[in-house]
């Protein structure tokens, strides 16, 4: 059975530091992202990464605050966010797809899982 598990999230202060873990079980993806929802509005693509970690993507809101990187020897992904703002306030949710392609399309992702809840104050 595939499983994503979420760990991580918290509430900070702006200016902070937060660092995000998915486990993932079952299988293991070529691809992994991270996406987040925000109250009253769409789920939005953050970060993605590939097998080797050597191709990455980034929404341009968090270019430069934030670092997706993976660990495949342990099944886990990771989003270190750096410089946080209350506009990063969000659920934020882990996925994974088989395909070689890094997509930053939230339907082109076959799993998902739980979220883990972000809260950055002013």
């Known amino acids: 059975q595939v499983q994503l598990v979420e760990s991580g999230g918290g509430l900070v202060q702006a200016g902070g530091s937060l660092r995000l873990s998915c486990a993932a079980s079952g299988r293991t993806f070529h691809t992994m992202g991270w996406f987040r929802q925000a109250p009253g509005k769409e789920r939005e693509f953050v970060a993605a990464i590939g097998w080797s970690g050597g191709t990455t993507r980034y929404a341009d809101s968090v270019k430069g605050r934030f670092t997706i990187s993976r660990d495949n020897a342990k099944n886990m992904v990771y989003l270190q966010m750096n410089s946080l703002k209350p506009e990063d306030t969000a659920g934020y949710y882990c996925?994974?797809?088989?395909?070689?392609?890094?997509?930053?399309?939230?339907?082109?992702?076959?799993?998902w899982g739980q979220g883990t809840q972000v809260t950055v104050s002013s």
């Open positions: 996925a994974a797809r088989a395909s070689i392609v890094v997509v930053t399309t939230g339907n082109d992702y076959n799993y």
